[in-house]
């Protein structure tokens, strides 16, 4: 069983920053990638950045202001966010992308809820 536990999220103002952590739980499986996703109300869930064994890849909506980083062996992702825009209010979620088979699985976490206002 894979578990994602999310943790930093809450309020900043304008310009300010967050660090988001998430940490897997489970035994048995083989990390293709890890990363950040993020849903605002109304709108569909949207890549933000992954990490990966070809390196980290970000939106253009945030290339610049956050930074993507993992611990293989602990099976961690960390999301430095800097000069946050009102924009980047979401709720923001962990991915876990697995391989399965001859194919891939996502886990996700439950959520982290950034909000960016003054």
């Known amino acids: 069983q894979v578990q994602l536990v999310e943790s930093g999220g809450g309020l900043v103002q304008p310009g300010g920053s967050l660090r988001l952590s998430c940490a897997a739980s489970g035994s048995g499986f083989s990390v293709n990638a890890m990363g950040w996703y993020r849903q605002a109300p109304g709108a569909q869930r949207e890549l933000v950045a992954t990490?990966?064994?070809?390196?980290?890849a970000y939106s253009d909506s945030v290339k610049g202001r956050f930074t993507i980083s993992r611990d293989k062996a602990k099976i961690t992702v960390d999301l430095q966010m800097n000069s946050l825009k009102p924009e980047d209010t979401a709720v923001y979620y962990c991915?876990?992308?697995?391989?399965?088979?001859?194919?891939?699985?996502?886990?996700w976490g439950q959520g982290t809820q950034v909000t960016v206002s003054s």
């Open positions: 990490i990966s064994e070809g390196g980290p």
């Open positions: 991915n876990l992308r697995v391989y399965r088979g001859l194919g891939l699985r996502d886990y």
